[in-house]
């Protein structure tokens, strides 16, 4: 048996890392990581059991709106100056869930991903691609982003669950 690993590189062009979490309990507020990387190591072409990896650069986050992309780069979020990159990385991938290792400010937890592989296919450039879709929930406070404050009607300014979304594209070195 074959047991040589294929490496798969994120293909950040048509890859993205989003998250949604509520804003006053009312309104949903969507925000994104535009510097990432990662890679697959997988030794079958339904990629289980594959190794995932990646990390995003904190100082990348967007919601359009710079006041509040600074205050989520500060200590009181992210403190992207002493803790510059989220990670991930996989421990176990069954085909429809992933379980790995998320790290946020320098905390580590295990989260459950449901995994949807799109399929694989070839570009007009030749280049095999492979498509994913990953998505979970998260308490940001377990990862040590406490901060939050009350409304004059005493709704919490932010959620403390945080949805993960991430839809990402591979490609086979």
């Known amino acids: 048996m074959d047991n040589a690993k294929t490496v798969w590189n ?3 062009t048509h890859s993205e890392i989003n998250f949604k979490v509520k804003h006053m309990m009312i ?4 925000g994104s990581f535009e510097k990432f990387d990662g890679k697959v190591e997988a030794s079958n072409d339904d990629f289980k059991k594959g190794n995932f990896s990646f990390s995003a650069e904190i100082d990348s986050v967007n919601t359009n709106n710079k ?4 205050h989520l780069k500060s200590d009181e979020f992210f403190g992207a100056e002493k ?9 176990s991938f069954d085909g429809n869930k992933m379980i790995g290792d998320l790290t946020i400010k320098g905390v580590t937890k ?3 991903l449901e995994t949807e592989y799109n399929g ?3 570009d007009p450039y030749g ?6 879709e990953f998505e979970g929930h998260i308490n940001r406070k377990d990862f040590g982003l406490t901060w939050n404050a009350m409304t004059e009607a005493g709704s919490v300014v932010v959620s403390d ?3 993960l979304i991430a839809s990402l594209q591979f490609v086979k070195q």
């Not at 803790?83 to 421990?91: A, H």
């Not at 280049?127 to 994913?132: D, L, S, W």
């Open 127 to 132: 280049q095999t691609k492979a498509g994913f």
């Open 67 to 70: 006041d509040r992309d600074n």
């Open 110 to 112: 295990e989260v459950e």
């Open 120 to 122: 694989t296919a070839v």
């Open 27 to 30: 309104s949903t507020v969507t």
């Open 83 to 91: 803790n510059p990159k989220l990670t991930f990385k996989s421990k």
């Open 161 to 163: 669950k945080v949805k």
């Open 10 to 12: 994120i293909d950040a």
